[in-house]
Every structure is written in structure tokens, then in C-alpha cells.
């Protein structure tokens, strides 16, 4: 059978098949906007669509056209693979999707309309803590430890051109746990190690702060890395500029927000501890002079 559909073939089909499912698999919300009439929807990304499809179509032998956006969007194929592995035979994409019912002036029914996209922010916003978090991870040959580092308080800056414009963020380094050793005695161990003067040094330095100077934008699909960040990392009461990549966008609530990974090579700030590059042996006491800090970041909503 032929993966598509046409229009004009489904009007045929439409006349000749007494049973005849169109299913929509995308977004209940997209689906409330506009779709085809006598269609169903459940969304193809929900870890349930097989079961809810089944419970729908309980005969994988009568026909089903499944409609997606069309174009490059490709939620109508994967539903197609999903639906033939399920054994449904008799399944076909609508060639065009949407886009190409639309085009043909045909009607689609709206049970509510379209959501209005967030809008870009302007000017400076404080950084939600609860909803923002620093996760970091370190290495040496064999072995690794993580754990989370607490953000004091922050806030980003936004223009009319979208990205972050600038921003600050300043770390709680006296609040430095691990993860993977908690609730055990090597816990406190290694915490004690990484505020003393061996890494951190958190007696006189206690706080970390990144500054951001510039972002640009290098994409526009979401879920990419579509900002590259600038700015100054002040560590140690040494200052570096360091350059990284993160991908920025909305919440499901409209909130503006940020991740970012970011590798830091700890002896740029003066940290040594351990470092191959700096002691001729170390044996066990070799750490890797990189390490990472997932970085996210979720501004508060306006008042």
C-alpha cells in the first residue's frame, strides 16, 4: 500500500469506505486550533498513543489517514512506523498534512483558537531560584562525583532582539554538595576537601559569579543550541572570560529559560590540586583538570 494519501484520493476513499478513521497526531492544543472534520486526536508523542490508538480502532484492518502538520514536520511518519509495527495495515499519512488542506481552501473545525505565542521579555528579570538549579561533575581516571551548587541570586537582561543581552549569576560555593556520596561518610569528606584551599578555597572566597556580556543567536530551531554566551567567570578572585553554548526558549508556562553545559579548566583560576599538567606524579591523587556545571536558568514571572 502506498504510505500517502492525497486529497483527492481520500475524497474518493471518503465516498467508497463505509469506516474510515482520520486521526490527528499532534498536540491536543494544535488539534483544538484547526483540523480536519470527523478526526480524532491523540498525539503521537505521549507514551500512550499505541494503547489509546487501539482503544480507538480496535479493527488494525479498516483504514486510518493520519494528518500531521506536513512539510519538514515529521510526527505524521513516525505515527505511520508506530501504527505499522502495531499492525495496523491499512494506514496512510495525508500527503501535505494540514498545511496542504489549508491551501486547498478547505475547512478545517476549530473548537478554540490558536494560543498566542509568549512574548519576548524586555529589560531585566530576577532569576527564579526554586526553578533554577547548578549541577556539577567531576572526574579524575577512574571515578566520578556530582552534586549540586545553590545560585545566591541572579537575574538576566533582554532586548528587542530576543537572546540574552547580559546577566549575572552569583554561586553559593559553602553550599557545595554531592550528590552521589550523600548520607554517607565520604560525604563531608570530600566537601571539606573542595572548600579547602586545595580547590575552592571557600574561607576567602566564598562566592562565584558568571557575568554575561553578549549572546548571539547561531539558530532558530527549539531544543537546539541556539545561543552562543559570552562573558566573565570570577573564581577564586580570578576573573576569565569564557565563551559557551546553551539553548534558550520558553516553559510550558511561558517563562523565559536557559541550559548550558559548561567545561571549566579549573587551573585558568589558579586551581591546581591534582593537576597532570602542573605535578610530574600524582598516582592516585590525579583530577582531572576539567570539570562541568549544568546550568539552568528560569526567570520569574512578571508581577
Given at each position: 500500500?502506498?504510505?500517502?494519501?492525497?486529497?483527492?484520493?481520500?475524497?474518493?476513499?471518503?465516498?467508497?469506505?463505509?469506516?474510515?478513521?482520520?486521526?490527528?497526531?499532534?498536540?491536543?492544543?494544535?488539534?483544538a486550533?484547526?483540523?480536519?472534520?470527523?478526526?480524532?486526536?491523540?498525539?503521537?508523542?505521549?507514551?500512550?498513543?499505541?494503547?489509546?490508538?487501539?482503544?480507538?480502532?480496535?479493527?488494525?484492518?479498516?483504514?486510518v489517514?493520519?494528518?500531521?502538520?506536513?512539510g519538514?514536520?515529521?510526527?505524521?511518519?513516525?505515527?505511520?512506523?508506530?501504527?505499522?509495527?502495531?499492525?495496523?495495515?491499512?494506514?496512510?499519512?495525508?500527503?501535505?498534512?494540514?498545511?496542504?488542506?489549508?491551501?486547498?481552501?478547505l475547512?478545517?473545525?476549530?473548537?478554540a483558537?490558536?494560543?498566542?505565542?509568549?512574548?519576548?521579555?524586555?529589560?531585566?528579570?530576577?532569576?527564579?531560584?526554586?526553578?533554577?538549579?547548578?549541577?556539577?561533575?567531576?572526574?579524575?581516571?577512574?571515578?566520578?562525583?556530582?552534586?549540586?551548587?545553590?545560585?545566591?541570586?541572579?537575574?538576566?537582561?533582554?532586548?528587542?532582539?530576543?537572546?540574552?543581552?547580559?546577566?549575572?549569576?552569583?554561586?553559593?560555593?559553602?553550599?557545595?554538595?554531592?550528590?552521589?556520596?550523600?548520607?554517607?561518610?565520604?560525604?563531608?569528606?570530600?566537601?571539606?576537601?573542595?572548600?579547602?584551599?586545595?580547590?575552592?578555597d571557600?574561607?576567602?572566597?566564598?562566592?562565584?559569579?558568571?557575568?554575561?556580556?553578549?549572546?548571539?543567536?547561531?539558530?532558530?530551531?527549539?531544543?537546539?543550541?541556539?545561543?552562543?554566551?559570552?562573558g566573565?567567570?570570577?573564581?577564586?578572585g580570578?576573573?576569565?572570560?569564557?565563551?559557551?553554548?546553551?539553548?534558550?526558549g520558553?516553559?510550558?508556562?511561558?517563562?523565559?529559560?536557559?541550559?548550558?553545559?559548561?567545561?571549566?579548566?579549573?587551573?585558568?583560576?589558579?586551581?591546581?590540586?591534582?593537576?597532570?599538567?602542573?605535578?610530574?606524579?600524582?598516582?592516585?591523587?590525579?583530577?582531572?583538570?576539567?570539570?562541568?556545571?549544568?546550568?539552568?536558568?528560569?526567570?520569574?514571572?512578571?508581577?
Open positions: 500500500m502506498n504510505p500517502l494519501i492525497t486529497l483527492p484520493e481520500l475524497a474518493q476513499l471518503t465516498e467508497t469506505q463505509e469506516t474510515l478513521h482520520v486521526l490527528d497526531v499532534r498536540l491536543a492544543e494544535d488539534f486550533s484547526g483540523h480536519l472534520p470527523d478526526s480524532i486526536n491523540h498525539c503521537v508523542f505521549e507514551v500512550v498513543f499505541l494503547e489509546k490508538v487501539r482503544q480507538a480502532i480496535p479493527d488494525q484492518t479498516q483504514p489517514i493520519v494528518v500531521g502538520w506536513g519538514v514536520s515529521l510526527e505524521a511518519e513516525v505515527a505511520l512506523e508506530k501504527l505499522q509495527r502495531a499492525g495496523f495495515t491499512a494506514a496512510q499519512i495525508l500527503q501535505g498534512g494540514i498545511e496542504a488542506w489549508k491551501a486547498a481552501g475547512t478545517l473545525d476549530v473548537v483558537p490558536e494560543p498566542t505565542p509568549p512574548a519576548w521579555p524586555l529589560g531585566r528579570r530576577q532569576l527564579d531560584l526554586d526553578k533554577s538549579s547548578v549541577e556539577w561533575l567531576g572526574r579524575n581516571l577512574l571515578s566520578k562525583h556530582w552534586g549540586l551548587l545553590p545560585i545566591a541570586a541572579g537575574y538576566l537582561d533582554f532586548d528587542e532582539s530576543g537572546p540574552v543581552c547580559g546577566g549575572r549569576v552569583e554561586f553559593n560555593l559553602q553550599g557545595l554538595t554531592c550528590t552521589d556520596l550523600a548520607g554517607t561518610p565520604l560525604h563531608d569528606v570530600l566537601i571539606h576537601h573542595l572548600l579547602s584551599d586545595d580547590f575552592f571557600v574561607a576567602r572566597f566564598p562566592q562565584a559569579v558568571l557575568e554575561i556580556t553578549q549572546s548571539t543567536r547561531i539558530a532558530e530551531t527549539p531544543g537546539s543550541l541556539n545561543l552562543e554566551v559570552r566573565d567567570l570570577t573564581l577564586r580570578v576573573t576569565q572570560s569564557i565563551c559557551f553554548l546553551a539553548s534558550a520558553f516553559t510550558p508556562e511561558g517563562l523565559r529559560a536557559a541550559q548550558a553545559a559548561l567545561a571549566i579548566d579549573r587551573t585558568r583560576w589558579g586551581i591546581t590540586y591534582g593537576s597532570g599538567k602542573l605535578f610530574r606524579k600524582l598516582a592516585g591523587h590525579l583530577v582531572n583538570d576539567r570539570f562541568e556545571l549544568q546550568v539552568k536558568l528560569v526567570v520569574k514571572a512578571e508581577a
